[in-house]
């Protein structure tokens, strides 16, 4: 099997005012912010052109359940379908469907603690 995480694909919070907190984060941090949040470029030991995502999301969200956590981690992947049918194998509580987007396909997963986990196989070429 391929690794099986790559890297943090994204870093995503509930915040009272999403557009104050991205303004606030811009102005005092330097965050180029955008309607999503910020995006971080890196290169991957490959030489690739990847991005990772920082984004506020409104507090009544229901994007991050069924958790009820204030918080929701990205990871990048290299093979989501195989990964799931991995997970699912050794236990691990896999919900919804795989997603297939322009930004690549997404999956998700519940942790130990209750945590929803957003797994990323990304299409960085969506972001050039």
Not at 61 to 83: A, G, I, W
Request: proline share 3%; charged share 30%; with cysteine.
């Amino acid at each position: 099997m391929k690794k099986r995480v790559t890297g943090i694909g994204g870093v995503f919070f509930k915040a009272k005012d999403p557009k104050a907190i991205k303004k606030w984060y811009n102005q005092h941090l330097g965050l180029n912010t955008d309607r999503w949040g910020c995006t971080f470029w890196w290169i991957d030991e490959n030489g690739n052109k990847c991005s990772t995502q920082w984004s506020p999301f409104k507090e009544n969200t229901e994007h991050f359940q069924p958790s009820e956590k204030d918080f929701m981690m990205n990871y990048r992947v290299e093979n989501l379908e195989e990964l799931l049918e991995t997970l699912k194998a050794e236990g691990v509580k896999v919900i919804d469907e795989i997603q297939k987007v322009e930004e690549g396909k997404f999956g998700w997963i519940i942790d130990l603690e209750g945590n929803k986990i957003e797994l990323w196989e990304p299409n960085d070429k969506a972001f050039l």
